[in-house]
């Protein structure tokens, strides 16, 4: 099926400092999504974006965090600074339209903040 | 509350029988998506559904927004089905916003 291809897997990051994660969203997808899951729990809306611009973001997106698109290449999540609590895996998925499709997710980025 | 309501959150089944996963929804749901997440943590689509039923192989799902509720069958279950089950719902809003339930932990036994 289609992939979406997160990187990198896994980083161990000091608190304070930035982490960049990349996402390469299917080819022909217009939608872009970032999940966060803790440890054992569910998995929890961060963000979508469309057209260059975030769409909605949760109360989970501080404002710390920032995503972006540039020029058609990764759609990337940044967080500067880390905290503890940034540690988890987050996932990437597109969507080929808004409304009545299917997300499409990548392997996951897991984020360790020491 | 949470707006997904998944049940059972874990299941232990032996080879070979069957069972089912439901998720239960405290608000209007446009869609419903299943998926499998794997020990590496991998997320696997199995369903996506608008209303109705849909199978795949020993797999079946259905969707009824009326009642608010989804269901995943498995039949003949596999060693290789074991994991960790999600349903998330739809937003009825304008972009695609899942709101995942807790999950199911399958575990298949020989």
């Known amino acids: 099926g289609p992939k979406v291809l997160q990187i990198p897997s896994h980083q161990i990051i000091d608190m304070g400092q930035m982490v960049t994660l990349n996402c390469d969203p299917v080819?022909?997808?217009?939608?872009f999504y970032w999940y966060k899951q803790i440890l054992g729990q569910q998995m929890e809306f961060l963000v979508n974006f469309y057209n260059g611009k975030v769409m909605e973001k949760s109360k989970l997106f501080k404002d710390q965090f920032s995503v972006e698109r540039p020029d058609g290449s990764y759609f990337t999540l940044k967080i500067q600074p880390t905290a503890l609590e940034d540690s988890a895996v987050y996932f990437c998925?597109?969507?080929?339209?808004?409304?009545?499709?299917?997300?499409?997710f990548g392997e996951g980025s897991r984020l360790i903040v020491v | 509350g949470d707006q997904v309501e998944q049940s059972p959150s874990a299941l232990s089944l032996h080879e070979g029988t069957s069972s089912a996963l439901r998720c239960n929804f405290t608000t209007t749901t446009r869609s419903v998506q299943w998926f499998r997440q794997n020990s590496r943590g991998s997320l696997i689509n199995l369903f996506y559904l608008a209303s109705g039923t849909k199978e795949n192989g020993r797999l079946k799902s259905a969707f009824d927004s009326k009642e608010l509720y989804s269901t995943l069958h498995i039949r003949d279950a596999q060693l290789e089905d074991s994991g960790t089950y999600f349903c998330?719902?739809?937003?009825?809003?304008?972009?695609?916003?899942?709101?995942f339930g807790k999950g199911t932990q399958l575990i298949i036994q020989p």
């Open positions: 998925a597109s969507s080929l339209e808004a409304a009545g499709n299917t997300l499409y």
């Open positions: 080819s022909n997808h217009l939608y």
């Open positions: 998330a719902a739809g937003d009825t809003g304008g972009a695609d916003r899942l709101t």
